[in-house]
């Protein structure tokens, strides 16, 4: 096919070595190499990662050269030398040297100035607002995730379009007429026997039971489903070798787990990832850094085994925060919480480069940046343009798309 | 001649109150149904049991009480919500009346309210308190109550309810949620309601009302005419033929039947109407009637994560604290004081998912292997459940369904655990089962672990 022809050869010498191997890889894996190279929107996964508590975006992307930065901070400001320089305008956090190499690689979209109308700067009210897609005062109950999802054809046998790699259920998730599955949860159900035990068998029968009506019957049902997805699972990270180091962190645990599930070919879509610690109202500088060196090590390893996997045109990364902080610093050394702040999206297929307008220092709503971008653009150029989900009916109402990822 | 579902059901020789119905009413009633509570109900009759559901005078009891308020005084820090969690929880463990814990639950859930906005577990812990007093009581007390809670003028924006800028949140999740039910009002009944309730605001951890604040002028609401505030607002919806029916149809949904039938919804709402909307009367009916205990009632719900988990506890006699239980809760889906959203609970099959199994699972897992004797481990005395001269595994099988289920499983389900029991890759055998007492627990233990995992034991 002209297309598959056509990807294959512009995939360059990742996509290249990866196929090479194909003959000297068990029949599984060659079957999977032939899929690697088609590319269209089934095979595209978005990876969101939450930074949750607020990151303070104006030390994150920094605009190095406004006076007003070092005047509204006088001890949280970084030092202008130690800046990661993008442009001659903004640079990113010294601890973000990886991601400064990937925008000079065009692989990082920064949207400079992303929120939504009337901020709100409650924590539990904000994430609300970007896990459901919805400014009303009664949100619902679905996510945005979920209700993409549940617009995709998926046959009974098809693993789940989307996971969790959190603790529990994150809200964007949340759909209609599927529960999308907690990761971490999934590796407690498997089985303590093999399957292929006699015992395996017994406890097999007595945890699925034969078809039954009402309430045992959905139970029975259920139970069937969740041992499937657990063997699901454990085949698909079966099939994942590779030596890559991730950072030693819960943020490189998350993003192994990614890296596995998406090499797995289960025909996943999304995947929910969370770092936790940016409410940083106290003593910002240190933490503020520990946990920025976090996410950037972290994406590096997640890039580096995706691009070794021959998958790194197949995810884009979508990198937020339920708000920003404060442009003044307060008394703790450290930012209370704001409103506008920045987005990112990584990855091969992503147009790098910076998007829309740094907010402007000078003039604030309430102390705080006022976004020009509103977050429900880029979750419809995500949904329309990568996932292949009606962004209008996902969203309840039509959004503009930005140039954010190649087709 | 027209059946009544509601009508009383007389056990008689032929169809006696057995182990299996009175363990049915326990779990319902109440979390769990432990083989004393069993015994106990056999022995003093379906009439007795029911009333000792609400009995709350004998001695027990009031040692009880007095024990938790004084932990509660001295090691409970109500500000922190993971305290506040663990004590609930663990009186919902201990109580021996069930009941009003359950019936705190249910309305919990009903006039949903959560943490993760009020951001005030003080708040919370007043909510409960008023939730459990008025638990069995008049409804329209509790709406009356609810209206003038802290934490509920938080939760639905009471606050920013101002005779200058109404905010409509309470007033239509009043109707919507806590009473009539959408369909039975207008959007100019939403607005009036919301100006009747202007004012009605908190200092602190106490009902305030502002009167500057207050609209008192005339409203239009449901046809009446009137300067209402938010106590008339109340009664009228008392009288909405809609309300006693959703709050019927909620006791029948959390108490009989995930799905009842249109004609025992009709006698279920006659019934609370004639109560005049008495909890008490309406509950002490349901638990007594031939709809309660007829073959569509039982076993066809399924159970909440609290009737999991801790009735589990109470069932096995397991010793855990407040806090761990509680975190059991969270982890399968009911976190204690942060219901999803303003519905509270969907419940039922909504409580099942890869996720929450998975939850149960490893809460099983727990409970069943956990020999370490930590102050926050699972502990219970297996000997008491099993005695440990029984050495058949079917025999061992046996008396633990009999405590579980009341016995309710197929011979060919038991026939499987029996073998399992005895199965080499697990470290056993039939003759290390019979002659050796660590093999044999052991397998006991994995045994309690399959029951708690299975399909069958998250029917309630």
Redesign the interface.
């Known amino acids: 096919m002209p297309t598959t022809r056509r990807t294959f050869l512009t995939q360059g010498a990742a996509g290249l070595s990866f196929v090479s191997l194909g003959g000297s890889m068990p029949g599984l894996f060659a079957r999977v190499a032939e899929a690697s190279v088609d590319s269209d929107a089934n095979d595209h996964v978005l990876v969101v990662l939450e930074l949750a508590g607020g990151n303070d975006g104006l030390n994150t992307v920094v605009p190095f050269e406004d006076p007003l930065y070092y005047k509204n901070r006088k001890r949280l400001s970084l030092p202008k030398d130690e800046v990661q320089k993008l442009t001659n305008l903004v640079g990113l956090h010294p601890m973000m040297g990886p991601l400064a190499g990937l925008f000079k690689e065009g692989e990082l979209a920064i949207v400079q100035g992303v929120g939504y109308p009337k901020p709100d700067r409650s924590h539990f009210r904000s994430m609300e607002i970007w896990h459901t897609a919805s400014v009303e005062s009664l949100a619902p109950s679905t996510g945005w995730i979920g209700r993409c999802l549940d617009s995709v054809e998926t046959s009974g046998d098809q693993a789940p379009r989307a996971m969790a790699l959190t603790s529990s259920t994150p809200q964007a998730l949340v759909a209609e007429h599927q529960v999308f599955p907690v990761v971490a949860q999934l590796d407690t159900f498997n089985p303590e026997e093999d399957a292929r035990l006699e015992s395996g068998q017994i406890r097999r029968r007595l945890m699925t039971g034969p078809e039954a009506s009402g309430s045992l019957g959905f139970l029975r049902r259920q139970s069937n489903a969740v041992y499937k997805m657990a063997d699901q699972l454990k085949l698909a990270t079966e099939r994942y070798k590779t030596g890559m180091e991730y950072p030693e962190s819960a943020l490189g645990a998350q993003l192994k787990r990614a890296a596995q599930i998406i090499a797995g070919r289960m025909g996943i879509r999304v995947l929910f990832a969370s770092q936790d610690g940016y409410d940083t109202h106290a003593n910002q500088l240190e933490s503020h850094a520990r946990l920025l060196g976090e996410l950037a090590s972290g994406l590096a390893a997640f890039r580096k085994d995706l691009t070794a996997q021959g998958l790194a045109d197949q995810v884009v990364v979508m990198v937020f925060s339920e708000f920003g902080r404060r442009v003044d610093e307060n008394a703790s050394l450290g930012t209370d919480h704001g409103a506008a702040s920045n987005l990112f999206l990584l990855g091969r297929k992503v147009k790098g480069g910076l998007v829309g307008k740094y907010p402007s220092l000078g003039e604030l709503g309430e102390g705080d940046l006022i976004y020009n971008t509103d977050f429900r653009s880029v979750y419809a150029t995500l949904l329309d343009q990568w996932l292949g989900c009606p962004s209008e009916k996902t969203l309840g109402q039509k959004f503009p798309t930005l140039g954010l990822v190649q087709s | 001649m027209k059946s009544a579902w509601l009508a009383p059901w007389s056990p008689t020789a032929s169809d006696p109150l057995d182990a299996r119905k009175a363990a049915h009413l326990l779990r319902r009633a109440g979390f769990g149904a432990s083989p004393i509570e069993v015994d106990r109900a056999l022995k003093d009759g379906l009439e007795a049991t029911v009333e000792r559901l609400f009995d709350e005078a004998d001695d027990e009891s009031k040692e009880f009480a007095r024990t938790f308020e004084s932990i509660a005084g001295t090691l409970v820090d109500f500000s922190d919500i993971g305290e506040l969690r663990g004590w609930w929880a663990y009186r919902m463990v201990k109580t021996r009346v069930p009941l009003r814990e359950k019936l705190a639950l249910m309305w919990h859930g009903h006039f949903a309210t959560s943490v993760?906005?009020v951001?005030n577990s003080e708040l919370m812990h007043r909510q409960i308190e008023t939730l459990r007093r008025l638990a069995w009581g008049n409804f329209r007390d509790l709406v009356r109550a609810i209206a003038r809670d802290p934490a509920m003028i938080v939760y639905l924006d009471g606050e920013s309810n101002t005779k200058a800028h109404p905010n409509e949140?309470f007033g239509r999740e009043l109707m919507e949620l806590f009473t009539c039910g959408i369909g039975h009002y207008s959007e100019d009944d939403v607005k009036s309601a919301a100006r009747a309730f202007t004012g009605w605001h908190r200092e602190g951890v106490e009902f305030v009302f502002k009167a500057d604040e207050h609209d008192d002028s005339r409203k239009r609401f449901l046809g009446k005419t009137g300067k209402f505030d938010g106590g008339d607002i109340i009664d009228i919806l008392m009288q909405h033929p809609e309300t006693p029916r959703r709050i019927a149809t909620k006791m029948l949904r959390f108490f009989a039947h995930?799905d009842p039938s249109p004609e025992v919804i009709e006698e279920a709402t006659a019934l609370f109407v004639r109560t005049r909307l008495d909890v008490k009367w309406f509950l002490r009916d349901l638990f007594q009637s031939q709809y309660f205990f007829s073959k569509d009632c039982y076993?066809?719900?399924?159970s909440s994560p609290a009737e999991y988990v801790i009735g589990t506890v109470r069932t096995l006699g397991v010793r855990w604290a407040g806090t761990q239980v509680a975190e059991q809760l969270s982890?399968s889906g009911q976190a204690l004081f942060a219901p999803?959203?303003?519905?509270g609970w969907d419940g039922?099959?909504r409580w099942?998912?890869?996720?929450s199994?998975?939850?149960r699972?490893?809460t099983a897992?727990q409970l069943a292997f956990f020999e370490d004797d930590g102050p926050w481990s699972a502990n219970y005395d297996l000997g008491a459940l099993v005695d440990s001269s029984i050495s058949e595994p079917s025999e061992v099988v046996d008396r633990l369904t009999q405590i579980l289920f009341q016995g309710d499983l197929s011979d060919s389900?038991r026939k499987?655990?029996a073998?399992?029991a005895v199965?080499p890759?697990?470290g056993s055998s039939p003759q290390g089962f019979r002659e050796d007492p660590t093999i044999r627990s052991g397998q006991t233990r994995r045994l309690i672990h399959?029951l708690l995992?299975?399909?069958?034991y998250?029917?309630c």
């Open positions: 993760d906005k951001e949140n995930p076993r066809s719900r399924i982890n999803p959203n303003v519905k039922e099959t099942i998912n890869s996720n199994l998975a939850s699972a490893s897992s389900t499987d655990l073998e399992l199965t890759s697990s399959l995992t299975m399909p069958e998250q029917a």
